[in-house]
């Protein structure tokens, strides 16, 4: 089944930074948008960043100003660079998008894991 492929993460210690990247199966412009999400333990799968069609970008409250989302269409990798990572941050990051001519997302891959020791 064709998934989106997270990867990139791997231990950081508190104040370090780690770049994910997401590789999508089409040409980016294919998408409605691409967004990140994280799933810390314990806790419910959370949106925090997103790339559109156009180039814009949002984030959530909790990292705004200290992750960045961006993608190189060449590669069709989209990619989230992440800046002064706190132990909160430990998490499960997942990527997912939906194609335009398509009216559900990709299913969930794996996602890649980030401990973030303090």
């Known amino acids: 089944q064709v998934q989106l492929v997270e990867s990139g993460g791997g231990l950081v210690q508190a104040g370090g930074s780690l770049t994910l990247s997401c590789t999508v199966p089409?040409?980016?412009?294919?998408?409605?948008?691409i967004n990140w999400y994280r799933q810390a333990p314990g806790n419910e799968r959370e949106w925090i960043a997103g790339?559109?069609?156009?180039?814009?970008?949002d984030y959530a409250d909790s990292v705004k100003g200290r992750f960045t989302i961006s993608r190189v269409h060449a590669l069709n990798t989209v990619y989230l660079q992440m800046n002064s990572l706190k132990p909160a941050a430990t998490a499960v990051y997942y990527c997912?998008?939906?194609?335009?001519?398509?009216?559900?997302?990709?299913?969930w891959g794996p996602g890649t894991r980030v401990p973030v020791s303090s």
């Open positions: 997912n998008a939906r194609l335009l001519r398509r009216t559900s997302s990709f299913p």
């Open positions: 089409e040409k980016i412009v294919n998408f409605n948008a």
């Open positions: 790339i559109n069609v156009g180039g814009r970008t």
